[in-house]
């Protein structure tokens, strides 16, 4: 097993740094573009959550990131140092008029983490909370 | 006017190029802002753009919002495999329909 570790503050510029981690990871096991670009925004959305609702964007707060490549699997774990979430909530969330004519026009995070990785599990206690999402590199049509 | 998105004009049409390759959360309000400048028709340009996640989706829906209380029009064009996807998930399509470049050609 490989393993790659990033630790970021809590600010959303430093997610970019995840995601091109992300995108090297990715491509160094044999993901495919298509795979790579699905990876980038899962990852993207999580390291988000963590920081915005885990972290509260609190200075001196960490989000680590987790790499752990074995063989044909890539899993990836997301941790906050914030006091836990109430509500996961990976339900579909589309654009629709009642969202438009109420201006809630955010939520699509958690819908777009479920479809695009494999397998998903949300950890949450008073200690923070852990996204471990796993991939596994597949033939393309 | 930001340097995030180059605006093009002609009669009734604006077409924003989108200027940078990341719709994320560093750049939404940049982006969101400019829907306070639509025309009739507006067309969101992503060809320099590589990269959209649910801050920008959200920075998008901004322009959606506009169009519909103004009865603008508003299209997406060099939208890429990848985002069409992303956009069909979550039904952006129905409000932001994706037309081809060639299709501006008759507004000219």
């Given at each position: 097993m490989e393993r790659v570790e990033l630790n970021i503050p809590s600010?959303?510029?430093f997610e970019r740094v995840v995601r091109a981690s992300a995108a090297e990871v990715g491509s160094a096991i044999g993901f495919s573009e298509e795979r790579v670009e699905d990876l980038k925004l899962a990852i993207s959305e999580a390291v988000n959550n963590a920081i915005d609702h885990g972290n509260r964007r609190e200075a001196g707060k960490l989000v680590a990131v987790v790499f752990e490549i074995d063989g044909e699997k890539l899993e990836i774990r997301i941790s906050d140092q914030g006091s836990g979430i109430e509500r996961f909530d990976p339900s579909r969330r589309v654009v629709d008029e009642q969202s438009l004519e109420s201006g809630?026009?955010?939520?699509?995070g958690m819908y777009l983490i479920s479809e695009l990785v494999d397998h998903l599990e949300v950890s949450t206690s008073h200690r923070g909370t852990v996204l471990t999402l796993r991939l596994y590199r597949r033939e393309e049509p | 006017m930001s340097d995030i998105i180059l605006r093009e004009e002609f009669g009734d049409v604006a077409i924003l190029h989108i200027a940078s390759t990341s719709v994320d959360a560093i750049s939404a309000a940049a982006i969101a802002a400019e829907c306070q400048e639509m025309r009739p028709v507006t067309v969101l340009d992503?060809?320099?753009?590589?990269f959209i996640n649910s801050a920008g989706i959200s920075a998008l829906l901004k322009f959606v919002v506009t169009a519909r209380k103004s009865g603008f029009k508003l299209f997406a064009i060099n939208v890429s495999p990848h985002h069409q996807k992303i956009f069909k998930m979550v039904e952006m399509v129905r409000f932001m329909p994706i037309i081809e470049a060639d299709d501006l050609a008759a507004y000219r």
């Open positions: 600010n959303p510029i809630h026009l955010r939520g699509f | 992503f060809s320099e753009v590589s």
